[in-house]
């Protein structure tokens, strides 16, 4: 067993046993330092793998408190003791598994990828899932029928279970894998993301300093991403002795996006925004969306309503500079590329990696006069 999971698992069974209910905070990191004579990286480690779960969650210079927005996914030991035997191979190509093309960020990343794996003489073949978990259980079924030297898995769906757990155990068992963005919950397999809780929280934080207080949040449900950006944008608001209102929170997925967004602003998403002065959109494409749906209501930008974004993305039609978080893409797949080959030679190795999110102001928020 390595140093950290002896802290998960301590901190899991003080949970269980109610030693540590919502809300609690946790010990520090120097006592848990010392209390298990462990580096920090262990500590910190241990803490990284119970906030993907969704049950700690850290306010920087506060401390780790136990998560009151989501239940933890208690991972399978089994599992787990699968994933660390992959199967070797003397292939040269890399499976990259990606949601679609059309999405923004993907010509950066794959450039990245591209660049890491070439270099080190692999070779990549794409699949796409386009966004379906339908799909991507027909793409694991094949990988289970080739042989490549690892996978480089952008998910599908990820807040969702997997439709074929069966399956996926043992495409993981089979390859090593190394998941970008978001991990699937449930399932410790290394992952290169940036920090969606602190990126939520970040800007949301942005808004306040602004003096900002009635924020609302629109964020994808059916991605990890969307929900952790909800849990930052919480913390910051109860960090600075604000409400979190669900009435202020309003969540869409991919199926429901193209419909409620297409020529007006859905009514109920025209009451979540009832009152706000700001809003935290999921991403870019949602931040234009609305800023061309508030202006086509009369609304100003940001006048009347701050809007800010997520992904610092390039759209070369729009000339208004968005307040949003920047997204590493090209060096998060230079990165994921990297880690998955260190963990093809060296399956011990911990491939996984966090980019800081950073502010990077724009055009669209206004500073409000306290």
């Not at 991507?136 to 490549?148: A, K, M, S, T, V």
């Not at 964020?219 to 202020?248: H, M, N």
């Amino acid at each position: 067993m390595y140093k950290y999971e002896k802290i998960t698992s301590w901190i899991r069974e003080q949970i269980t046993r109610g030693n540590y209910s919502s809300g609690s905070k946790l010990p520090t990191e120097m006592s848990l330092m010392q209390q298990f004579s462990v580096s920090r990286q262990s500590v910190r480690r241990a803490i990284q793998i119970l906030e993907e779960e969704g049950l700690l969650y850290s306010i920087q210079g506060s401390g780790i408190y136990v998560n009151e927005l989501l239940k933890p996914a208690v991972p399978d030991a089994e599992l787990q003791r699968e994933i660390l035997r992959p199967v070797r191979t003397d292939s040269r190509q890399i499976a990259l598994v990606h949601m679609e093309p059309a999405e923004y960020i993907f010509p950066a990343r794959i450039s990245g990828i591209y660049e890491a794996l070439e270099n080190a003489g692999y070779f990549i073949n794409l699949f796409f899932t386009d966004n379906r978990s339908e799909k991507e259980i027909q793409i694991f079924r094949q990988l289970l029928e080739g042989d490549y030297a690892g996978i480089l898995l952008d998910g599908t769906q990820s807040a969702f279970p997997r439709l074929d757990e069966t399956l996926f155990r043992q495409v993981i068992h089979k390859y090593p894998t190394v998941m970008m963005e978001s991990r699937y919950q449930g399932y410790h397999l290394p992952c290169v993301a940036l920090d969606d809780i602190l990126g939520g929280y970040l800007i949301t934080r942005h808004l306040i300093e602004k003096g900002h207080r009635e924020i609302a949040y629109i964020g994808r449900s059916d991605y990890r991403q969307g929900i952790k950006r909800g849990q930052g944008y919480a913390k910051a608001l109860l960090e600075s002795g604000l409400e979190v209102e669900p009435g202020r929170m309003f969540w869409y997925t991919l199926d429901t996006y193209p419909l409620l967004f297409k020529n007006t602003l859905p009514a109920p998403c025209a009451d979540t925004l009832s009152g706000c002065t700001a809003i935290v959109c999921y991403n870019d494409q949602v931040a234009y969306d609305m800023i061309y749906l508030l202006e086509k209501q009369g609304l100003r930008i940001p006048e009347d309503i701050s809007v800010t974004g997520y992904d610092n993305a390039s759209f070369p039609d729009l000339h208004r500079k968005l307040t949003t978080i920047n997204h590493p893409k090209k060096q998060l797949g230079i990165k994921a590329a990297e880690n998955l080959l260190r963990l093809i030679q060296d399956p011990s190795f911990d491939a996984n990696y966090t980019f800081r999110p950073e502010v990077v102001t724009g055009e669209t928020v206004k500073k409000l006069t306290i």
